[in-house]
């Protein structure tokens, strides 16, 4: 069985005090009740503090971005081994923001790859399309040449990533990618991952969808087979909306 997931991003939002409060309210009111994970993604200055909420709680937490390189002068960057020295669960790479405003290159996303699986730091890598791939029906083809660089992995590295699908025209517009739209990605990514490392590999890889999903369409999406849950966005800075994500796995 694939696990389920819900990973809440705060990005670059919550003060010290509304980061402690958020984690709190999700931490007393959520209860584990499968296999599913729950991971709180939230900016550096709370990673140590809400890793002790949530470690109480049955939740996971990740990091929104990491360095390659082990340590050195390299100013406002924080490595794997400081996250691991934190027993940080997880971490984004590639999300369509650093891509975009950082312009990081595949081959730095490979190496952020390798730099979390050296500490034991799972990696969530995020593709996705902008809406003129959509429209040009290129959608398939630029998720494709985006997950190229994962099939350099081994079978035992690849089969520690979690992959988050976010179709860049929908994440902060209030657009969302259709469940039919959603699914037909999730079994186009599915499908790359068996050609490359195998069936029994590719049915335990969870995908996430990542495109403005929220409490009334989370069910909807989740049903779908190849959608293993959610890389939330607007919706985790709620503590009841983001619950009820949950909720719909």
């Given at each position: 069985?694939?696990?389920?997931?819900?990973?809440?991003?705060?990005?670059?939002?919550?003060?010290?005090?509304?980061?402690?409060?958020?984690?709190?309210?999700?931490?007393?009111?959520?209860?584990?009740?499968?296999?599913?994970?729950?991971?709180?993604?939230?900016?550096?200055?709370?990673?140590?503090?809400?890793?002790?909420?949530?470690?109480?709680?049955?939740?996971?937490?990740?990091?929104?971005?990491?360095?390659?390189?082990?340590?050195?002068?390299?100013?406002?960057?924080?490595?794997?081994?400081?996250?691991?020295?934190?027993?940080?669960?997880?971490?984004?790479?590639?999300?369509?923001?650093?891509?975009?405003?950082?312009?990081?290159?595949?081959?730095?996303?490979?190496?952020?790859?390798k730099a979390l699986l050296a500490e034991g730091i799972?990696?969530?890598?995020?593709?996705?399309?902008?809406?003129?791939?959509?429209?040009?029906?290129?959608?398939?083809?630029?998720?494709?040449?985006?997950?190229?660089?994962?099939?350099?992995?081994?079978?035992?590295?690849?089969?520690?990533?979690?992959?988050?699908?976010?179709?860049?025209?929908?994440?902060?517009?209030?657009?969302?990618?259709?469940?039919?739209?959603?699914?037909?990605?999730?079994?186009?990514?599915?499908?790359?991952?068996k050609e490359h490392y195998g069936k029994p590999i590719?049915?335990?890889?969870?995908?996430?969808?990542?495109?403005?999903?929220?409490?009334?369409?989370?069910?909807?999406?989740?049903?779908?087979?190849?959608?293993?849950?959610?890389?939330?966005?607007?919706?985790?800075?709620?503590?009841?909306?983001?619950?009820?994500?949950?909720?719909?796995?």
């Open positions: 069985m694939r696990t389920k997931i819900v990973a809440g991003n705060w990005k670059m939002n919550m003060n010290f005090e509304e980061g402690i409060q958020l984690s709190s309210e999700i931490a007393k009111t959520y209860t584990k009740k499968n296999q599913e994970e729950v991971i709180l993604i939230p900016p550096y200055i709370h990673l140590s503090k809400v890793k002790e909420v949530a470690l109480a709680a049955g939740l996971k937490v990740g990091a929104q971005n990491v360095h390659f390189e082990k340590n050195g002068a390299f100013t406002g960057e924080i490595s794997a081994e400081q996250l691991a020295s934190m027993k940080i669960d997880y971490a984004l790479v590639g999300h369509s923001e650093r891509r975009k405003y950082f312009h990081e290159s595949n081959q730095d996303l490979l190496k952020k790859i799972r990696p969530i890598f995020c593709c996705g399309e902008e809406l003129e791939a959509r429209k040009s029906d290129l959608h398939f083809k630029t998720v494709a040449e985006q997950l190229k660089i994962l099939w350099e992995l081994s079978k035992e590295e690849f089969a520690q990533l979690v992959i988050a699908y976010e179709p860049v025209w929908a994440i902060g517009t209030g657009e969302t990618a259709s469940s039919l739209q959603a699914q037909e990605m999730h079994a186009s990514i599915r499908a790359l991952v590719a049915e335990n890889c969870s995908i996430l969808y990542g495109g403005s999903c929220k409490p009334d369409n989370a069910a909807e999406l989740f049903e779908q087979a190849d959608v293993d849950g959610g890389l939330i966005g607007g919706a985790s800075l709620n503590s009841n909306d983001f619950l009820a994500i949950v909720n719909a796995l």
